[in-house]
């Protein structure tokens, strides 16, 4: 209880709360509003905090999991927190723009990328020296260009798991494509938009910059925890399966030891007895006859 205290007054201090004007808010966030004061919705802190919770179990076991989830957040005052948050844990992510397709159209997104990379490839090992610079220069931009937009995905090799949004409402466009995908969808979500169209909501202020970074922090937090107890199992597998390997190795080496004991001990045990059907051999006997 304590602790669900400390976080209600940390999201309080950083204005997690404050809402919309009423006449923007979206009838489906009853639910979540707590009261109006001066003609804006404040939220419920005791939700946001159950949310946010129930959230950031979910993405723990997505990340525990081994998947990755990808941070969406394309608004001006959400970039560089989500971006960090995301670097933190090396997870993809969307600051800069969302290109339409970028999962629906994933395998052309792919070729993107790694268009992208065979550019900076080019550029690092000395292969673009043999072009003019006009022609280096416009290889440059174009990696620039391609980098700020697809920088963020440049590792993920396949689909993601999971998304985590700020602002479902400016986000759209990634949220229909993962709906249709079939991939989960997490989300802040504030008093003007629709919290059914996420899997899991946040009810919560998703435009201030601190609101925003105190619940991409917690969430960030969570993953972390849930990557940390993947690798603790991970090398507790090693462990264990070292030490079957020393287990079966002196097994082995046992077992050798008491056949190589048992072959030594037939060799000493006397004559080896008589083929069947061979002659057997008349022993003379030195005793002399009675009487003699």
Known sequence: MENNTSLQQQLLEAGVHFGHLKKKWNPKMLPYIFAEKKGIHIIDLNKTVDHLQETAAALKQIAKSGKKIMFVATKKQAKEIVSECAKKVNMPYATERWLGGMLTNFNTVRKSVKKMQSIE????????????????????????????????????????????????????????????????????????????????????????????????????????????????????????????????????????????????????????????????????????????
């Open 121 to 292: 490839k080019m550029l690092n090992d000395g292969s673009a020296d043999s072009l003019t610079k006009k022609e280096r220069l416009t290889l440059g931009r174009d990696k620039d260009k391609m980098e700020k937009v697809l920088g963020g995905i440049a590792q993920l090799g396949r689909l993601p798991a999971a998304l985590f949004l700020v602002d479902i409402g400016h986000e759209h466009i990634a949220l229909a494509e993962a709906k249709r995908l079939g991939i989960q969808t997490f989300g802040m979500v504030d008093t003007n938009c629709d919290p059914n169209k996420v899997d899991f909501s946040i009810p919560a202020n998703d435009d201030a910059t601190k609101s925003i970074a105190i619940i991409t922090n917690y969430i960030t937090a969570a993953i972390a925890e849930g990557l940390a107890e993947r690798q603790a199992s991970k090398d507790d597998e090693s462990e264990s399966e070292e030490g079957n390997n020393e287990n079966e190795a002196k097994a082995k080496r046992m077992e050798a030891e008491a056949n190589a004991e048992g072959g030594r001990g037939k060799r000493g045990a006397g004559a080896a007895p008589t083929a069947p059907g061979a002659p057997k051999r008349r022993i003379q006997s030195t005793r002399r006859p009675a009487g003699k």
